[in-house]
C-alpha cells in the first residue's frame, strides 16, 4: 500500500499494539498544539487573537502550566485577562448606578416587575454575565484544534477502509477503540459511507469492540482476584495495568500514570 502524507498518521497507531489507535493520535495532537501554543504561535498575530478570545480549559490550563514555560503562559495570560476583563466586566462600571438604585426599590415595585415580567437592572447584569462566563467555560483553542483535526483523520479512516484491502484487514485485528472513539466512528460511518457499506463496516468493528470489553472486563476482575492469598504466586497476565486501561477504554484518553 502507497502511503500518502494524510495517511501516514493514521497507519502509525493502527499499526501500534494499544487499546484505542485514536487515543494516539489525540494524544499526539495535544502535545504537539500545548508546545505550539508556548512557542511558534506566540509570535502570530491570528494565534493570540484566538487565545485573548476563547483562552483554554481547565485541563490544557494545566498542561501548559506544567511545561514550566512560565513567561509564554504569563504574556498570554496577560493579553486574554486584558481582553476578558474589557468584555466581561467593564461595560458594567456603567450600570453600577441602576444595579444600585435595585436595592433601594420597595418591595411592592419589586413585585409588579416580576408580575409584568420586567427584568430589573440587576437580572439583566446577572443573566447576561452567566451567559458570557458560559461561553467562555465551553471554548478552549487546544479543545477546538484538535477536535477540527481528529474529524480529518476520522474521514481519512474510512478512506483507507473503502480504498485499502491492508488496513481493512489491520482494523479487524485491532483491540476496539475506548467509547468516545468508538462513538466518533460510529458517527463517522454514518457520515462518510453509503447506507450499503455501512452494514459490513459495523460488523468489521462491533463483534471487535464487543469482544475488546469483554477482554478488559476479565483482565480488571482478574486483578481483583490476585488480591486473594490464594491467588499471590498465580501469573498476572495481561492485569498489572489492567486499571488504566480500562479507565482509558471506558472514558477515553487521559494522561494516567
Known amino acids: 500500500m502507497k502511503e500518502k502524507i494524510y495517511t501516514i498518521p493514521v497507519m502509525d497507531v493502527f499499526k501500534t499494539d494499544c487499546e484505542c489507535p485514536l487515543c494516539l493520535l489525540e494524544k499526539k495532537l495535544e502535545d ?7 512557542g511558534p504561535s506566540m509570535m502570530e498575530p491570528d494565534s493570540r487573537i484566538e ?3 476563547k483562552g483554554f480549559c481547565k485541563k490544557h490550563y ?7 514555560n512560565r513567561l509564554s503562559l504569563a504574556l498570554i495570560l496577560d493579553t486574554h485577562l486584558m481582553e476578558k476583563n474589557k468584555k466581561l466586566f467593564l461595560p458594567y462600571k456603567n450600570k453600577f448606578i441602576d444595579i444600585n438604585k435595585d436595592s433601594k426599590t420597595n418591595i411592592i415595585k419589586t413585585l409588579a416587575d416580576r ?8 437580572d439583566n447584569a446577572v443573566d447576561q454575565l452567566i451567559h458570557s462566563i458560559e461561553a467562555l467555560e465551553s471554548s478552549c483553542v487546544i ?4 477536535s477540527y483535526t481528529m474529524e480529518r483523520y476520522i474521514s481519512v479512516i474510512f478512506y483507507l477502509w473503502q480504498n485499502e484491502k491492508e488496513f481493512k484487514d489491520m482494523l479487524k485485528n485491532k483491540k476496539g477503540f475506548c467509547l468516545p472513539h468508538f462513538k466518533a466512528i460510529l458517527k463517522g460511518m454514518k457520515k462518510h459511507l453509503a447506507s450499503k457499506n455501512q452494514s459490513e463496516f459495523l460488523m468489521d468493528i462491533l463483534p471487535m469492540q464487543i469482544d475488546n470489553m469483554g477482554r478488559i472486563q476479565e483482565e480488571v476482575n482478574w486483578f481483583t482476584k490476585k488480591f486473594d492469598y490464594r491467588n499471590s ?8 495495568d489492567a486499571i488504566p486501561r480500562a479507565i482509558e477504554k471506558l472514558a477515553g484518553f487521559s494522561r494516567l500514570e
Do not use: H, M, Q, R
Open 143 to 146: 479543545c477546538e484544534k484538535i
Open 62 to 68: 494545566k498542561l501548559l502550566y506544567e511545561k514550566n
Open 233 to 240: 504466586n498465580a501469573p498476572w497476565g495481561n492485569s498489572k
Open 115 to 122: 408580575f409584568n415580567s420586567k427584568p430589573s437592572a440587576s
Open 51 to 53: 487565545s485573548n478570545e
Open 32 to 38: 504537539d498544539a500545548v508546545e505550539y501554543t508556548l
